[in-house]
């Protein structure tokens, strides 16, 4: 089974930024699309941005243009660069494949946003 590693949250201050990585133990590849979510306190897990194994990417209203995401199929990783970011980015992060797969769920990286 594929297990997902993620990586490279922290506390920064409003407009600042972060990368995220999520390296997978298997081939990302075989995956296929692969996805960032969040999770804000009190709030259900949400999809923010996606990528498909061929690079098409798709984002949520809330990151659009703030957020990009990127793939090294070769690394097995997918990767969340955030600028420009808000208090309400407050959330933990995770990644996993679109569709969910339920037992790909990893521990999340926590990204807190201080304004």
């Known amino acids: 089974q594929v297990q997902l590693v993620e990586s490279g949250g922290g506390l920064v201050q409003a407009g600042g930024s972060l990368r995220l990585s999520c390296t997978a133990t298997?081939?990302?590849?075989?995956?296929?699309?692969m996805g960032w979510y969040r999770q804000a306190p009190g709030k259900q897990r949400e999809l923010v941005a996606d990528?498909?194994?061929?690079?098409?990417?798709t984002y949520g209203d809330s990151v659009k243009g703030r957020f990009t995401i990127s793939r090294d199929n070769a690394k097995n990783t997918v990767y969340l660069q955030m600028n420009r970011l808000k208090p309400e980015d407050t959330a933990v992060y995770y990644c996993?494949?679109?569709?969910?797969?339920?037992?790909?769920w990893g521990q999340g990286t926590q990204v807190i946003v201080s304004s």
């Open positions: 996993n494949s679109l569709p969910v797969v339920v037992y790909m």
């Open positions: 298997g081939s990302i590849f075989s995956i296929g699309a």
């Open positions: 990528i498909t194994r061929g690079g098409t990417t």
